[in-house]
Structure formats: C-alpha cells, structure tokens
C-alpha cells in the first residue's frame, strides 16, 4: 500500500463506532497514561484459597461458563471439553470442532457464548486453520446440542494465510451491541504488515455475529482498506475485555524482548508495532528507537521485562470486596496474575502479583458467575483452578 494512502486512511479513523462501545466515555479516558509502578509481591491485599476444581486438560487455553453452572474449556491441542455443573470433566470432548492446525502456539483458542445463548444455544470459537505453510486465525460460530456441535459456520478468516506457527492472536470480547471485536497477531515473521491496513496481520477486527461488517467501522467504505479492521499496529494480542460500567476495551499484547503492553482500545488507532516499541528483539537488537511517534496510541501500561499477558477479567463480583472493578491479566512468563488496580475504569498505577506459589503458567483468567476467580493453568496436565476468599 502507498504511504499516500495509509495516511488517509488512518485519518479517517477517527469516525465513531461510539455507540457499540457506549458512547463518550472511552473516547474520555483515551489520552490517560499511568506510569508502571513498582508491582507488589508477598503477603496478598486480599486472603484467598486456591482449590483445584478439574485437572488433566491438555493446554487449556480458555474458559466460558454456561447457564446451568457448567462449562466449557478449549485445549490448544483442538478439543473443546464440557464440566458439568458438579464440576465433573466429561471424558470425551464435544464432538463436532471442524479441523484445527495445531502447531507451536496455533491451535484451537477463545471460546464465547453468543450473547443470545440462552435462545439460540449459540457459541463462537477461534482457532488456528490451514497448513505450515500457509495459516492462520478463524472465527467460526455454532450451536452446541447436548455435547456435540451443529450448524457450524465460518464467521471471519484472517487474511493473508502466512507460513509459520506463531502469533495468532485470538480472543473474543463482545461489545453492548452485540457485535464483537476478535484480536489478531502479526504472524511473527510479518511484523511490518502490522502497519498495513490492507491485510488483517497485527490488527484487531470488529464484525457482527454472521461475519457482515458494522456500517460504523472505523474503516468501512475506505478503498484499498481491509473493512474489518477496528485497530492496527499490534504484535499479538491474547487478552481483551469489555468494562461495562465505564465502557471501555483493554487488551494486553506480548511485546518481543520487554514492551509487553495493556492498551485501551479505540476505533480506528494504530498502536505502534513495529515502529514504536518498549521491547526489543529476541537477540538484544533494538526493533525501533522511537518508544512512540506522533499519531500513534501509547500503552495505558507497559512491562520489561515482559510478563507474557495472555488472559484478562474485569472482576465485579462480591468475593473480593477490595478487588471489585480491578483488572487481573495472567500472565505466562511471570508465572502469575497480575491484579492492575482500577479507579473509574482507569488504571491507578498500582499492581500487585497474585499467586506465584503456584508455579504454573497461567493462561487465562475469568470472573465466576459465583464471584470466584478462575485460573487455567498452561501445562501437558492443565487444570481449572477455582480462587475463593
């Protein structure tokens, strides 16, 4: 794509998409950053106990909760299991998950109910589709009948396919209406086409439940545009989540070496990969010299070195009274959940790391419809791990 026409297209940007994510109030919060502060460690804000709930998942990548108090957990390696709701794993996986590609981190990822589940049973899965040489993320959306799948259908393919077993990206978060904002990653070997608003590598997109694009997108009806696109300039993004009381959407991507971010996302920004970055490459050497550049949307936060954010929960339940509207990322690396303490919807600088006794890499975190924090633990013998006060 010619220089021309990127700046143009990146100006146009700016359009809303306002009423999807409630309005104002994100675009109010856009320009704040808050400076990473000292994480505290040791004895936790908050008591807890940590109680194994299911064990002997393989890679369990993520977790959604049922009505009947079930739920669902996808492994990497293309399964997606059901728990009753007396917390008992069922031998077999649900049957039905069309073919994955299963290599390095690809595989099958996010799991989501449509937000009209308890009328149309519906379900929305990611995962990883192709061959080495020629990949990449899916969206894809079904009706779950007992343990099996029905009527499945493709709802987004990430384009183009690349070679390679990395960066995917892959998580869901549905917006007030209804529609849902899917994460992305760069393919890793592509990193400069995360700049590139003509193709889907380093972006996050924003379509309706049956795959149409949203009228209001930031770059719909822009020629030589990929319409889907609701940001850009990302590595790979494998956390997001919606608050709904102040209505904004953060994510947490990986950065290289370092630069790991939490970005509050807003229609139509670029966010700087690769030409901006706190991180720098696996071999020491650097990715950029510029830690940001006019037009480009900083980190609300940043970690070096890197935690490896790959899971996210906004928690207002009624557990952890003095956790309540706080964001928790889990994190790989780190080996932990990093609890980012909240005022209004806006970081206050405070962290704290939660539950480094367990050795283990987290994968995910979710809010229990219980109030409890849910754990996925990333390991050959991966369990469900239930946090009570």
């Known amino acids: ?133 020629a990949n990449n993320t899916r969206l894809i959306s079904a009706r779950l009948a007992d343990d099996k799948l029905e009527d499945v259908q493709t709802v987004f393919s990430a384009l183009p396919a690349k070679s390679g077993g990395a960066h995917y990206g892959g998580r869901i978060a549905f917006l007030p209406d209804k529609s849902l904002v899917l994460t992305l990653g760069d393919g890793f070997d592509f990193r400069e086409r995360a700049q590139d608003p003509s193709n889907h590598l380093g972006s996050s997109v924003r379509v309706n439940r049956d795959g149409s694009v949203p009228p209001d997108n930031p770059f719909a009806g822009q020629e030589g545009v990929a319409s889907e696109i609701f940001t850009l300039g990302h590595r790979n993004v ?25 970005n509050l996302l807003e229609p139509g920004k670029n966010y700087g990969w690769p030409v901006a970055t706190h991180g720098v490459d ?73 539950f480094k006794e367990l050795d283990a890499r987290i994968r995910d975190v979710r809010t229990g419809p219980d109030g409890a924090l849910y754990l996925l633990t990333d390991e050959e013998q991966g369990r469900v791990l239930r946090v009570v006060h």
């Open 238 to 262: 494998q956390a997001i989540v919606y608050e709904p009381r102040y209505h904004k959407l953060y994510s947490a991507e990986h950065g290289p070496k370092g630069g790991d971010e939490l």
């Open 1 to 133: 794509m010619m220089r021309g026409t990127f700046n143009s297209a990146l100006g146009g940007c700016r359009r809303a998409v306002m009423s999807a994510l409630g309005g104002a109030a994100l675009l109010a919060g856009a320009s704040v950053f808050v400076p990473v502060a000292q994480a505290k460690e040791g004895e936790p804000s908050m008591p807890y106990k940590v109680q194994t709930l299911v064990e002997g998942l393989h890679f369990p990548w993520s977790l959604a909760f049922l009505p009947d108090g079930g739920m669902l957990v996808t492994e990497r390696t293309g399964q997606l299991r059901h728990i009753t709701p007396e917390g008992m794993l069922v031998d077999k996986p649900i049957q039905g998950v069309p073919p994955v590609f299963v290599a390095g981190q690809a595989g099958l990822m996010d799991v989501a109910l449509d937000p009209d589940f308890a009328q149309n049973q519906r379900i929305f899965l990611t995962h990883a589709y192709g061959t080495s040489s």
């Open 282 to 354: 696996y071999t020491g050497a650097k990715v950029s010299p510029h830690l940001d550049l006019p037009g480009l949307q900083p980190a609300v936060l940043y970690w070096t070195p890197s935690i490896a954010p790959s899971g996210m929960a906004v928690y207002w339940g009624d557990v952890f009274t003095a956790w309540r509207g706080d964001v928790f990322v889990s994190a790989l690396a780190e080996r932990s959940v990093r609890r980012i303490a909240m005022r209004d919807g806006v970081p206050t600088g405070e962290q704290e790391v939660l």
